[in-house]
């Protein structure tokens, strides 16, 4: 049976992942388990190669609702926190895991107090009432450690201007510039799930990589997990081009000390050194405004929300108005020193 | 947003005029400001650019004068200047008082203006010299009228500056800090609405494998130096004549500027 469940030594009761202390804990009894010190359930098993495509909880046996890409769900008949083991071993078993740090209703005040925070958003949306749902999942990323090799032949110039006399001369000195860079990145993560917007996934980082942990499905248990949509080679172009901007700018600060310069051959042969499958916390918010739905992100260790708040007009009016008006005021008010009069 | 600014810009804008409503002079006697010798200008022109010597002059307690002639004395256009004032004895507040002087030599195709107590402390030679490079190319073209418009208008607005400062600056214009103010209101608010969804707070380093990380070889070949040189333009005085103010017959002194048209 490929769907696991964490029940209570004690109690029978369902166990959830506690993102307080870190370790599994039983709401009735209150047991807390070690994850790192258990073995997990997931390794005494063993699953057949085709993936099963009807699942049902070992609770209470109604069959599990979930997406092909779902690694770990509750039952929602029961409610009991199950984790779809087929789905997480061979090629689809993540390397680490990056558990929650910040709790359901810390992420519900997290984010009422952004909301709160956000200038141009309209009064109604600052209350944040209308909270649709809060889901705390984990992402499915792949980590790569790039190894880029980098020859670059340039044309760099250094100009200085001096005044002699009635003539102000300008002294170009022309210079043939060549570096020959290592240039190492690790851990570029790069989104692996086709349903969430990597733009919004971007801003989530930086993910604080020291409290990575081996993977153990016990740290899914009370939330949603997904598997990756794309493997590791289909993602590398995007990595390379997340990193294209880095290495241009190494590349240019390894040349400083020259006021311009021109690349007249730049080879940058990059190398994926390994590709890490993990799992990343994310809490997605569902808020409905004005008959939209909006949807935020929180990183479920650091607690930066993003996602495109509305923008009320009325607000946008009123700072543009207050920003210019103290401008022009001010700039009214010096020129009154100057003895230009106010008007 | 757009009804904002029209209520901005009415609330600058009017002041200045409710400020010309309420001096305007109502039955006063309009004084003669203008002796128009050589006839440059048609009745209703003249009516009409006394009528207005006399508004915006009352507003600098200054008397705006322009006296035009065919000089058949053949007198040079300072003396010419000079002795009107020694001889008509014009001022606002006094014979002899605070005025400027416009001054047309139809003759030698020249002019001079010249400033006289507030006349001279407001408006210097360099005033005076703006002034004249304003209203000179009118004066080229055969459009008096439009000419000793700007002169006194242009004479009304510098007298409201401290003596000293730059006219011409353009903070002292509505429209410029208008425009900044603007463009400041624009820009705070747009990275406001930009920086809503959240900022991107990763950089280049924070991937990097600084261990690892390094130049291995660096070449930088001198090459040759070009060097190009630039003449320094030096600000001229403008145009043809200049600055120079003085003293007259009857021991008034004056700033002033003369040039030809």
Redesign the interface.
């Known amino acids: 049976m490929p769907v696991i469940e964490y029940k209570c030594p004690n109690c029978g009761s369902g166990m959830v992942f506690d993102s307080e202390t870190g370790m599994l804990s039983c709401e009735s009894c209150g047991r807390k388990d070690s994850i790192e010190n258990n073995p997990d359930p997931l390794t005494r098993n063993v699953f057949s190669e085709d993936e099963a495509n009807e699942y049902h909880c070992t609770s209470c046996g109604a069959v599990i609702i979930a997406e092909t890409v779902t690694t770990a769900t509750t039952c929602s008949f029961c409610g009991s926190a199950v984790v779809l083991g087929d789905r997480l071993t061979g090629k689809l078993a993540p390397a680490w895991v990056l558990p929650f740090s910040i709790s359901k209703e810390e992420a519900m005040q997290a984010f009422k107090k952004w909301c709160g925070n956000g200038r141009l958003t309209p009064g109604g949306f600052m209350t944040a009432d209308r909270i649709k749902g809060i889901i705390g999942m984990y992402v499915p990323f792949w980590l790569y450690d790039i190894n880029n090799d980098i020859e670059v032949q340039a044309a760099g110039t250094r100009v200085s201007t001096y005044i002699r006399g009635d003539y102000r001369y300008t002294e170009t000195q022309h210079y043939d510039v060549y570096r020959k860079i290592r240039l190492n990145y690790v851990k570029v993560p790069i989104d692996a799930a086709e349903k969430m917007n990597d733009e919004l996934m971007d801003k989530l980082e930086p993910f604080p990589y020291d409290q990575l942990k081996e993977f153990k499905t016990p740290y899914l248990a009370g939330y949603i997990a997904e598997k990756y949509s794309y493997n590791e080679d289909e993602l590398f172009s995007q990595a390379k081009h997340k990193i294209s901007e880095y290495i241009e700018a190494y590349i240019r600060s390894s040349m400083s000390s020259y006021t311009a310069v021109t690349y007249a051959n730049k080879q940058i042969d990059s190398r994926m050194a390994q590709a890490n499958y993990v799992l990343l916390p994310v809490w997605v918010v569902h808020y409905d405004y004005n008959k939209l739905e909006h949807t935020f992100a929180m990183n479920g260790q650091t607690g930066k929300v993003v996602g495109r708040p509305p923008i009320s007009k009325g607000k946008v009016t009123a700072w543009f108005a207050a920003v210019s008006g103290i401008s022009f005021i001010s700039l009214k008010l010096i020129s009154w020193m100057m003895g230009g009069g106010f008007w | ?1 757009w009804t ?1 600014l029209f209520f ?1 810009a009415v609330l ?1 804008a009017f ?2 005029q409710a400020a010309w409503g309420e001096t305007a002079p109502a039955g006063q006697q309009a004084k003669q400001l203008i002796y128009d010798d050589a006839g440059l200008l048609s009745p209703a022109e003249y009516d009409e650019l006394n009528r207005m010597a006399n508004q915006y002059g009352a507003q600098r307690e200054t008397d705006i004068i322009i006296v035009t002639s065919n000089n058949t004395a053949n007198k040079d256009v300072m003396k010419m200047t000079e002795d009107f004032y020694d001889e008509h004895a014009p001022g606002y507040d006094k014979p002899h008082g605070n005025a400027v002087i416009l001054m047309v030599d139809m003759k030698h195709r020249e002019v001079y203006l010249a400033g006289f107590y507030k006349g001279e402390t407001y408006l210097d030679d360099s005033r005076l010299n703006k002034i004249r490079t304003r209203m000179s190319p009118k004066l080229t073209s055969g459009s008096y009228k439009e000419a000793f418009q700007t002169y006194i208008q242009t004479a009304y607005r510098y007298m ?6 730059n006219p011409d ?1 353009l ?2 214009t ?1 429209w410029f ?2 425009l ?3 463009g ?3 820009i ?2 747009g990275m ?2 930009y920086r ?9 380093q ?4 600084s261990g ?21 333009e030096k600000s001229k005085s403008g145009g043809s004549g200049g600055g120079g103010g003085g003293r007259t017959g009857g021991g008034h002194s004056h700033s002033g500027s003369r040039g030809s048209f």
């Open positions: 947003m904002v901005l600058w002041p200045i409201g500056f401290r003596p000293g400062v600056n903070l002292f509505t800090p208008l900044i103010s603007v400041i209101g624009g705070v608010v406001m609405a809503s969804g959240g900022r991107v707070t990763v950089n280049r924070t991937y990097e494998d690892s990380s390094e130049v291995l070889e660096a070449g930088d070949r001198y090459l040759h130096t070009t060097t190009t040189k630039q003449k320094i």
